[in-house]
Nanobody, 127 residues
Framework: QVQLVESGGGLVQAGGSLRLSCAASGRTFSSYAMGWFRQALGKEREFVSRISRSDTRTYYEDSVKGRFTISRDNAKNTVYLQMNSLKPEDTAVYYC????????????????????WGQGTQVTVSS
């Protein structure tokens, strides 16, 4: 079992930046692939980004490519999402998630590949 706690959300103007953090409990953090999802009001939760266990592979949803960067520090049991050039359409609750099975293929872009979820952090981008 792992517990995930997100932080770093807030209100920012369009064009600004935020850095989300997700701290994980437990000793097995480095064995999980980690992901970020987001859910805007009235919409389904969607994939944003993923990073492999060893930090060698990263994946991004098309709309955030070139603007968002996922990283992890296994020594600190933390995964980050650096968000630059934010747009109003990035407004959502952002969730981090852990994949203990280490799925591959298209499944990694879906909620079903992730076993543990944080409570979410609100990101609001004003125009």
């Amino acid at each position: 079992q792992v517990q995930l706690v997100e932080s770093g959300g807030g209100l920012v103007q369009a064009g600004g930046s935020l850095r989300l953090s997700c701290a994980a409990s437990g000793r097995t953090f480095s064995s999980y692939a980690m992901g970020w999802f987001r859910q805007a009001l009235g919409k389904e939760r969607e994939f944003v980004s993923r990073i492999s266990r060893s930090d060698t592979r990263t994946y991004y949803e098309d709309s955030v490519k070139g603007r968002f960067t996922i990283s992890r520090d296994n020594a600190k049991n933390t995964v980050y999402l650096q968000m630059n050039s934010l747009k109003p359409e990035d407004t959502a609750v952002y969730y981090c998630a852990a994949d203990r099975t280490y799925y591959s293929g298209s499944l990694i872009y879906t909620e079903g590949a992730y076993d543990y979820w944080g409570q979410g952090t609100q990101v609001t981008v004003s125009s």
